[in-house]
């Protein structure tokens, strides 16, 4: 049998039984339009006192996301009730549901990562109860957090990333330098160069770089190329080297199974050919 035959065998069974996959560049994008446009300062503007808010302004900014991109499921229920900057400052500093229990927010002072955590998971059951498949990763042991049966101990894995960026979930990330305050961004894509065609990014041995929504300047994506160190995914902001030590994802359930049904393959982009 000769090499143009094999190639067409190969093809017919990639067509019966799968997605036929090249190797070469790849992205995975959500709207960048979509998301809430907040800076992180006193009063949200790009001429505001600045703040250490950067934790509640970046949830509050995906919680538009997902008001937009999944307007059958969230509606207004996250922002649109009360207006986005009346949103964040409820995460910072907390709020009550008629009939719930007081909320405590995140904290003036800037968020750890059990009260980021919390106050997404808490917001969310508040006000859109029952909407939610929640997830993620986090560097400290969430045993007894609220939620965190959701949550996985360990250090966030690209695998996990790329598999909530292709589901257009909602991403934050959290960011910590090797000194001074660790910062909190909104995963917005991937970019990877996949060598061996498998169809993931092999973050070991395939260059890539991700894009996020930072709100010390919410309108212009930011990017940084990742590596793995000591198991870390490293990359780069505001000029300096971070650690992604925690991620967490919200998706709405119907979202969810059904990209789950289809494989997700809208999200996926070739670039070039």
Same mark, same amino acid.
């Given at each position: ?95 009550? @549901? ?77 960011? @910590? ?97």
């Amino acid at each position: 049998m000769n090499a143009r035959n094999v190639r067409w065998i190969s093809v017919a069974l990639v067509l019966i039984f799968g997605t036929y996959v090249q190797a070469g560049p790849v992205d995975f994008s959500k709207p960048f339009g979509k998301y809430g446009t907040l800076w992180n300062t006193y009063d949200g503007t790009s001429t505001g006192a600045p703040e250490p808010w950067c934790a509640p302004t970046s949830t509050a900014n995906s919680f538009k996301y997902l008001e937009n991109q999944y307007p059958g499921t969230y509606d207004n229920f996250l922002t649109g009730r009360v207006g986005l900057l009346a949103t964040r400052d409820a995460l910072c500093t907390g709020w009550q @549901k008629p009939g719930s229990p007081a909320r405590m927010g995140m904290g003036v002072g800037g968020a750890s990562y059990r009260s980021l955590w919390e106050s997404k998971y808490y917001w969310i059951a508040d006000w859109a109860t029952g909407t939610t498949i929640f997830g993620g990763m986090v560097d400290e042991d969430p045993s007894g957090w609220a939620g965190g049966e959701n949550l996985t101990f360990g250090k966030p894995s690209m695998s996990f990333l790329e598999e909530r960026v292709r589901r257009c979930d909602d991403i934050e990330l959290w960011f @910590k330098p090797a000194s001074g305050m660790s910062h909190v961004v909104v995963l917005t894509s991937l970019h990877y160069t996949d060598t061996n065609g498998n169809n993931r990014w092999d973050i070991e041995t395939e260059e890539g770089q991700i894009d996020y929504q930072n709100p010390n300047d919410p309108n212009v994506p930011q990017y940084g190329t990742v590596t793995l160190v000591d198991g870390y995914l490293k990359t780069t902001c505001d000029s300096q080297s971070v650690t992604i030590t925690a991620a967490y994802s919200e998706v709405p359930e119907p979202a969810a199974l059904a990209l789950l049904t289809f494989g997700g393959v809208m999200l996926r982009r070739r670039r070039g050919s």
